[in-house]
């Protein structure tokens, strides 16, 4: 009797589970990616909730970008992207400025293609030579690249030099243009980088000329599962999720 009731608990609570499972619909842009393709399968298995996920840059004119998303009246009960994006988003009314969540900082990276020389860009003057003798460069046309863009050429002194030779890449990831030859060094967020077949990390750029990129999510005004998007945020920033964050390239949050 005791062996049947057991399995008949057992039973019940799983039957439990499954009857208030939600499905989240989740929007996410490329930096925290890596670490939510991670992290969200774990979520759905601990929950039994499911996540029907949308990638999108968090800013820029593509239709796929997550403000455009929400602006054509698609419906997310999370969106991750970066933090100052999702700002604007909070000030507009769209996102619920309580339910804001700090994830992970993005640092920026250099890759080339595999099996080509690692240049060394472990100082200011090394980066600059690095840039200079390079015979082509990209980035991307997120938030890292226009820093890189309209930012690292100035503080380097080398705008007008790089000009020629260097391009922001839409649409693709960076890693992919360097993977193929096109282009020499691929500059990007170091989590973006890492997935990508075919390139080798170099290093992340000096940290006098970085940009750290902080990746927050939010619960958008109007969300149909509100608690359970809440439970999905507290799921990723938690201390147990930090080392499968760290593993794609991305630095915790001190708290």
């Known amino acids: 009797m005791k062996k049947l009731f057991n399995f008949a ?21 490329g930096g925290f990616t890596a670490a939510y393709k ?10 039994g909730n499911t996540l029907d996920t949308q990638l999108g840059p968090s800013m820029g004119k593509a239709p796929e970008a997550i403000p455009n998303r929400l602006a054509r009246g698609e419906h997310a009960d999370v969106v991750i ?12 009314g769209k996102v619920d400025p309580a339910s804001r969540v700090e994830l992970a900082d993005s640092r920026i990276g250099l890759v080339v293609r595999e099996g080509a020389p690692k240049p060394d860009i472990s100082s200011v003057d090394n980066l600059k030579k690095t840039l200079l003798d390079a015979p082509s460069v990209a980035y991307s046309d997120s938030a890292s690249g226009v820093y890189i863009e309209q930012q690292v050429f100035k503080k380097l002194g080398i705008e007008d030099q790089l000009k020629p030779k260097a391009k922001m890449i839409a649409k693709v990831p960076v890693g992919s243009v360097g993977a193929t030859g096109d282009y020499q060094l691929g500059f990007q967020q ?12 170099v290093a992340k750029i000096p940290e006098s000329v970085q940009s750290v990129t902080r990746f927050a999510a939010g619960i958008p005004v109007g969300a149909q599962h ?9 799921y990723l920033a938690a201390p147990a999720a930090q080392p499968d964050v760290q593993a794609t390239g991305l630095d915790s949050v001190k708290r």
């Open 9 to 29: 608990a057992i039973a019940l609570c799983a039957f439990s589970t499954l009857a208030h499972a939600e499905q989240l619909n989740v929007m996410t842009s």
């Open 38 to 47: 991670i992290l969200g399968p774990k979520f759905a298995a601990a929950t």
């Open 81 to 92: 992207m970066v933090g100052y994006a999702l700002d604007d988003l909070i000030k507009q």
């Open 190 to 201: 170091v989590s973006e980088l890492l997935p990508v077949p075919g390139v080798s990390f």
């Open 226 to 234: 509100p608690e359970e998007a809440k439970a999905l945020l507290a």
